[in-house]
């Protein structure tokens, strides 16, 4: 007892599974009926869709799958065994039911998405993903595509250096895996893009998965020099307050140190940005600070030369100038 949802057009298998005493010879040649309660003339729309996954009966597994499903395959679905007991003709209907319910129609959002396998990026290195179809036993091989879109540009299929391969693996004699591997050299630019992965069983009928890809870069080609924001002239008494950043993946640790200092300014670790903040500057604040990333074991740096100024230094200037 049951209920399985599939969806039209694709295929769907029942899962069943029975006992008969012992002495119970099951006949072969019944086994590709399929009762439908409200059709008793079922075989014409069934046939050739309808498939024993276990030609064995004698195991008792009377599983079976339904291709090209239709709204009208909706219904219930129940078992009956016919063989001979002792002798004798006999036949057991099985009293459990599988409901089967086949939605209509097909939409991004009714068929399961394709499944992306994404490995870690790194820049300058070949990367191999995978795109795997959902569903195991569509009528016929889907067509899987590839298409990029970078940063502020238009969808367009993969192109350059980059192959993709289909690959079909047998499950089971009637279950087949359809994926297509995606063999391309990652680079900096295909940081933060997105990556389709589409998958069409017809015209009608298709599927898709988007990831944005994130690149391990090397952020010492130029990609992730840190920047600092914030004033570099600063009165007394008033609050240093100076950001750093930098633009990489994975995150840089940011750290802040000061010249002549042999410490770091910041406290806890920061990924990313960093914003140092002093209140109640005085003098001695003035000097040259620091922004270190630590980036995959490598470092870069930038710094900023800070003043503290004399609060009362334009009102000095005032009275200068006189
Ligand atoms: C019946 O056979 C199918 C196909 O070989 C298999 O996938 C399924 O697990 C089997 N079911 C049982 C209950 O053994
Ligand atoms: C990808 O880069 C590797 C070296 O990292 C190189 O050997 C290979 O030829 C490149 N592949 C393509 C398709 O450019
Ligand atoms: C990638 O997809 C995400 C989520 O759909 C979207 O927010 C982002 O703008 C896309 N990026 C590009 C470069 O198209
Ligand atoms: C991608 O390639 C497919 C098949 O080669 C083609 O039908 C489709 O129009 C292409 N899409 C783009 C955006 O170039
Ligand atoms: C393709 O790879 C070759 C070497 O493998 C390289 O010379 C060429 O620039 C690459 N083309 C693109 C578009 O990346
Ligand atoms: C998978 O099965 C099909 C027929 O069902 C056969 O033609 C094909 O060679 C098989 N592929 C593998 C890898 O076994
Ligand atoms: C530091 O400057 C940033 C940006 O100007 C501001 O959002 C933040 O509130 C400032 N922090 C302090 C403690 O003044
Ligand atoms: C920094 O301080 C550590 C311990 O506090 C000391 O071992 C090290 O020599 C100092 N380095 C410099 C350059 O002063
Ligand atoms: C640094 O961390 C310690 C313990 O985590 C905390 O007690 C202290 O207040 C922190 N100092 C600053 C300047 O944030
Ligand atoms: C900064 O100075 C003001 C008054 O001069 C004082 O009220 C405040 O507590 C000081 N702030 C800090 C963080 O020392
Ligand atoms: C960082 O350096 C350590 C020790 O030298 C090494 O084990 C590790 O693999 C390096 N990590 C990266 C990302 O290069
Ligand atoms: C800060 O001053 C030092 C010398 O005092 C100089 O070497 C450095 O380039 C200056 N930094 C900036 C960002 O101007």
Redesign the pocket.
């Known amino acids: 007892m049951g209920v399985i949802t599939a969806k039209a057009g694709l295929c769907v298998?029942i899962?069943?599974?029975f006992t008969t005493p012992d002495g119970f010879i099951p006949k072969r040649d019944d086994f590709d009926i399929i009762f439908h309660i409200n059709r008793y003339k079922v075989p014409s729309e069934f046939l050739g869709r309808v498939l024993l996954?276990?030609p064995d009966v004698s195991?008792?597994?009377?599983?079976i799958m339904i291709n090209d499903l239709t709204t009208s395959d909706s219904g219930s679905y129940q078992l009956r065994v016919n063989g001979f007991y002792r002798g004798m003709s006999d036949g057991v209907t099985f009293s459990s039911k599988t409901i089967l319910s086949v939605k209509a129609k097909i939409s991004l959002f009714h068929l399961n998405r394709p499944s992306l396998m994404i490995p870690p990026l790194t820049e300058g290195q070949q990367a191999t993903l995978t795109c795997t179809a959902p569903g195991l036993c569509s009528p016929s091989p889907p067509i899987i595509t590839w298409m990029w879109r970078g940063k502020g540009e238009m969808e367009a299929n993969i192109t350059g250096n980059t192959t993709a391969s289909f690959k079909t693996e047998n499950l089971?004699?009637?279950?087949q895996r359809h994926s297509s591997i995606l063999t391309f050299n990652s680079s900096a630019k295909h940081h933060d893009t997105n990556l389709t992965c589409k998958v069409s069983y017809t015209s009608d009928i298709t599927t898709e998965e988007t990831v944005t890809l994130k690149v391990n870069c090397d952020i010492t080609n130029g990609t992730g020099t840190p920047t600092i924001s914030g004033k570099s002239t600063i009165k007394q008494d008033e609050s240093l307050n100076l950001t750093c950043t930098v633009d990489s993946f994975p995150l840089s640790v940011i750290i802040w140190s000061k010249r002549g200092l042999n410490k770091t300014l910041n406290n806890e670790t920061k990924y990313g940005t960093s914003t140092l903040v002093i209140h109640n500057v005085t003098k001695q604040h003035s000097g040259q600070y620091f922004c270190y990333a630590n980036h995959l074991n490598k470092t870069l740096e930038q710094d900023i030369n800070i003043t503290v100024i004399s609060k009362y230094a334009i009102f000095l200037g005032y009275y200068m100038n006189l």
């Open positions: 298998v899962p069943c599974s996954l276990d195991q008792g597994n009377c599983s089971t004699a009637v279950t």
